[in-house]
């Protein structure tokens, strides 16, 4: 069974930074795309990020682009998000998402990690 | 204001049939697959259509999807009361960066 355990969240000042985790389990890490997508309380799906299976590529929206860094490690079976200098606009829940078979949707997700930042 | 655009809401009795719009352009919908999330309340979303039409393991053969040039729709029969969730729409946008985007939602409500 695909599990994707999401940890890191939390409440952070604007300005601040936090790293979220995401566990991955029941698949082969290595050979999947990962991806990091948001949802602002009340407000609609935000892809913010996404990692090749090899590590080589990275994107970002750019609402976050120099400000989020994704990676992963496949030996350990885990992605990250590395959030510096969030802003308000930064509050949402965290969803960690696998790529599917094909690479082209989003075929598992995790259960998500809030992320506040507020003063 | 969303790249890919959904209605706001639909509704429909139990049994009867819905369908979902999803509008976009040359440089997402036209040219990549759309896949289609449902999110029940509280909770993740959940992969409902891959590759403009094809379902998932699991997901049942009342949720249907299609593609024709730059729109995307998601058809829902036999509307049960456990269908009430938000719909979202999302594909690659390759305009000037590549980007997954996602329409706004639609909220289903089974009257």
């Known amino acids: 069974e695909v599990q994707l355990v999401e940890s890191g969240g939390g409440l952070a000042k604007p300005g601040g930074s936090l790293r979220l985790s995401c566990a991955a389990s029941g698949f082969t890490f290595s050979h999947y795309s990962m991806n990091w997508v948001r949802q602002a309380p009340g407000k609609g799906l935000e892809w913010v990020s996404s990692?090749?299976?090899?590590?080589?590529?990275?994107y970002y929206a750019d609402s976050v682009k120099g400000r989020f860094t994704i990676s992963r490690d496949n030996a350990e079976n885990s992605l990250y998000l590395q959030m510096n200098s969030l802003r308000a606009e930064d509050t949402a829940v965290y969803y960690c998402?696998?790529?599917?078979?094909?690479?082209?949707?989003?075929?598992?997700w995790g259960q998500g990690t809030l992320v506040t930042v507020s003063s | 204001q969303s790249v890919l655009t959904q209605p706001p809401s639909v509704s429909a009795a139990p049994g009867q049939k819905v369908t979902i719009s999803c509008s976009g352009s040359s440089s997402n919908i036209g040219t990549n697959y759309v896949s289609w999330y449902q999110q029940l309340p509280g909770t993740a979303p959940k992969l409902l259509i891959c590759d403009n039409d094809k379902r998932p393991s699991g997901i049942p053969d009342r949720f249907s999807g299609s593609k024709s040039g730059t729109s995307a729709t998601l058809g829902i029969t036999g509307l049960q009361t456990g269908d009430e969730a938000d719909y979202y729409c999302?594909?690659?946008?390759?305009?000037?960066?590549?980007?997954?985007?996602f329409g706004g939602g639609t909220k289903l409500t089974v009257l």
């Open positions: 998402a696998r790529d599917g078979v094909t690479a082209v949707d989003f075929e598992y």
């Open positions: 990692i090749s299976s090899d590590n080589k590529y990275t």
């Open positions: 999302g594909t690659w946008d390759t305009s000037l960066s590549a980007n997954w985007v």
